[in-house]
């Protein structure tokens, strides 16, 4: 059975005793450590989380604007923290699947005013990159930053099983578990990426050759004195050419014949521009080539001017 803390009656002293059985004040004042406080706040923020996106999007469908309905959905956290605490005897709904609640180191009721303020510790806590929260596991009484600031603590009103405390626990560990995932995940998804953009910069380079070609039969084995001339009657745009050692540029890097090996574009003598590489001088031995003027490589160990 659940014994709610017990408060001096009216007109006592605020360091007068609380009256409690003894079995009431053995459970009330074992502070609750920071894995079974971590766990209670990780349950809050999931569904803190739930709401704020479910009442976001009630608010947008109803017309609300985006701006109201984000400030909304911020406040609703701050609510839960702030009325829940002073309405349900200390505790979240975190903190009663985990039978912990918070409660003055006074035994005075909570207030509207002090959860505020120790919702605000929380984020302190937070930017102090999670300290504020850590030293609950160092303090005497596992208190953290934001009860020091309330002048709070975190108590053990319940005694609950062993399935359940593990439940609680194990939700503490959910950001550490994301933060693997997404360590191990994010360089694949980044190397993905990283093949598919070189995938579209290849079939760019093809497009520009074909349009170049083409051009070239209908103009009398001329090559257009530029890029930009085989829009829109070969090529509806140049296309642009996004590499990762360089930034995403659709512009066209004009050559004289001093580029050219022969028939193809001396690597050597490329300025590595990011660009499209285009010699556009009639005399050259490689005039019209169309090339990536980058001398890095891709994913392949291969470099882009060689393509």
Known sequence: MDIPPQTPGPGAPLDA????????????LVPAGFWIRGGAY????????VGQLILFGFLLLVG??????NLASSLLGIAYFVWLPVSNSGQTVG??????AIMRTDGAPLTYLRCLGRWLGYLLSSITLGLGFVIAAFTGQKRALHDYIADTRVVFIQEIGTARKTFVILAAFVPILF???????IPKFIRLADIAGEG????????????AAAYYGDNNGKYPAQLSDLAPKHLAHIP????????????????????CAGAA??????????RWGYVSDPAATCHGTVFVDCVHVDAKQKQWVSY
Do not use: C, F, N, W
Request: charged share 20%.
């Open 17 to 28: 005793p609380v009256p409690q059985t003894a079995a009431a004040a053995a459970v009330e």
């Open 42 to 49: 990780m349950i809050d923020g999931a569904l803190i989380i």
């Open 64 to 69: 609300i604007p985006k701006t109201v309905a």
């Open 95 to 100: 903190k009663m699947a985990a039978g912990i």
């Open 179 to 185: 933060g693997i995932a997404a360590a191990l995940a």
């Open 200 to 211: 579209a910069a290849r079939s760019s380079l093809v497009s520009l050759r074909s349009a």
């Open 240 to 259: 642009a050419l996004k590499l990762k050692d360089h930034p995403q540029s659709s512009e066209v890097a004009a050559y004289e014949g001093s580029v």
């Open 265 to 274: 574009v001396d690597p050597t003598k490329i300025r590595d521009t990011g």
